[in-house]
């Protein structure tokens, strides 16, 4: 049962720290999203990439967030200095076009002090 | 722009009830339509989807019928049970560039014995 993969899947850390989250999509999807989860905000899309190539990260801070996808298997999220409001649940996804479905990760909580 | 518009929750019902939770949609052309499922701790998973004009998605007894006239794609189950305490995401696929899911608010379900 092919599954996207997402770790860390708890994170505590202090203010100030750099933080990051991989995620290993399903092989051969080759569209990818960064979607982060909270009470107040619901579901919002941070990023995604297609083939490897940013095609859209403006639900990004863009001060502290960085996204890359460094090979096929590997998508990143960074967060450079982490600060208590990004305490969120960060997901991962992939998809595949053929079947149309966009397959989530578990997700990675993050809590920042 | 692309949109979509959820029924508020929190809803609450006992087991066996009649469940309806609304979907509509605003988009251009003609989009995919989805509901996706969260159960607690995890990640979205697709429940059923529809392509196409009077389609209908069906999964797990639920249904929801692709409404072009209406704009809508409200989901329904005729009995619902326990474990089908969740939040549900409606969504529609939009493509530009690449494919996007665009997700309503989230309808937090819960079903008492």
């Known amino acids: 049962d092919a599954r996207v993969t997402q770790t860390p899947r708890h994170k505590v850390t202090e203010m100030g720290q750099e933080v990051t989250m991989r995620c290993q999509p399903i092989l051969g999807h080759n569209t990818v999203f960064w979607y982060r989860q909270t009470m107040m905000q619901g579901l919002e899309l941070l990023a995604y990439f297609r083939n490897r190539a940013p095609l859209d990260d403006s639900g990004m801070p863009k001060d502290r967030f960085s996204a890359e996808m460094p090979d096929a298997t590997l998508a990143t999220l960074k967060i450079q200095p982490s600060e208590p409001r990004d305490s969120a649940v960060y997901f991962c996804?992939?998809?595949?076009?053929?079947?149309?479905?966009?397959?989530f990760g578990a997700g990675s909580r993050l809590t920042v002090l | 722009g692309n949109s979509v518009t959820q029924m508020e929750g929190p809803v609450t019902l006992s087991e066996e009830a009649f469940l309806t939770i609304n979907c509509t949609y605003t988009?251009?052309?003609?989009?995919?339509l989805f509901w996706y499922v969260q159960y607690p701790g995890e990640g979205l998973q697709l429940l059923l989807k529809a392509t196409k004009a009077d389609d209908k998605g069906s999964n797990k007894g639920f249904e929801a019928t692709y409404r072009k006239e209406t704009t809508s794609f409200h989901l329904e189950k005729g009995s619902v049970q326990v474990s089908d305490s969740a939040v549900y995401f409606c969504a529609l696929l939009i493509i530009q560039g690449a494919q996007k899911l665009v997700f309503g608010q989230g309808t937090r379900l819960t079903i008492n014995p």
């Open positions: 996804a992939s998809w595949s076009s053929g079947a149309n479905v966009l397959t």
């Open positions: 988009a251009t052309g003609y989009p995919s």
